[in-house]
């Protein structure tokens, strides 16, 4: 009887031993393991990659199902004040990646480049709206004093195309169509944006490059107009 007794005691100490056994928390990744997961997380997407942007950041155009995916759902989460998006927009998103976390450029954002005057780096910023008109936007890295780029006489452009001149900083192409649709004429412009990075309210073409008009089968344009004179060595 007396044996049982011990015995039914060293039980409940068992029991009791186990039940309250202090429950350890499970270690917390430090920041650096965070972003290497993240990393690998974006390696994932390397097909949504469209350029990469002289101060580090690679560009990546997203299409919007993806958005809805971690990382960049946490991205938009934690979207900039400077960007000029509408979340119930259905299009694809672009965001910047610079090695240790995501920003969220926008959804309305067609592409990023970026040039640099004296020490001081800009970002040009194409954006749209639904019906394809857009305007270029001028900031600093990471979105600091957003200032729209004056094109022209006109506030918004259909934006056909922009591309920088490799041979000489802060030079620009932005080709800008007539109006939305075919059989519309296209005119391509340079454009000096060391004028828009010293005074945003100024007038930056420098001159028209090529004008040509867009078919209306879809299949091809017209002959193109040259300005052999309109180059960045000629201003």
């Known amino acids: 009887m007396k044996a049982r007794s011990i015995l039914s005691l060293m039980t409940t100490l068992t029991v009791l031993t186990v039940s309250y056994a202090p429950i350890c928390a499970q270690p917390q990744p430090k920041q650096e393991e965070r972003t290497s997961q993240v990393a690998q997380n974006i390696n994932q997407f390397k097909p949504f990659e469209i350029g ?10 997203v299409p919007r199902e993806v958005m809805l995916q971690s990382p960049f759902k946490e991205a938009i989460q934690r979207s900039t004040q400077n960007s000029d998006t509408q979340i119930d927009r259905p299009i694809d998103g672009v965001f910047l990646w610079d090695g240790s976390q995501m920003l969220f450029a926008g959804y309305d ?3 990023i480049l970026d040039f640099k005057v004296g020490n001081q780096s800009y970002w040009l910023t194409r954006v749209r709206a639904p019906d394809g008109a857009g305007k270029l936007k001028l900031s600093q890295p990471r979105f600091v004093n957003v200032k729209v780029v004056n094109i022209n006489t006109s506030q918004y452009q259909f934006i056909d195309d922009v591309k920088k001149d490799n041979k000489t900083n802060g030079f620009f192409y932005v080709s800008i169509r007539n109006g939305n649709g075919l059989g519309v004429s296209v005119i391509t412009y340079l454009v000096d944006l060391r004028i828009a990075a010293a005074n945003p309210e100024r007038n930056v073409v420098v001159c028209e490059s090529s004008r040509y008009t867009q078919l209306r089968s879809g299949n091809g344009v017209s002959p193109t107009k040259n300005n052999p004179n309109c180059k960045p060595g000629n201003r």
């Open 109 to 111: 954002v067609e592409s």
């Open 52 to 61: 990469r942007l002289s101060t580090g950041e690679k560009v990546l155009r």
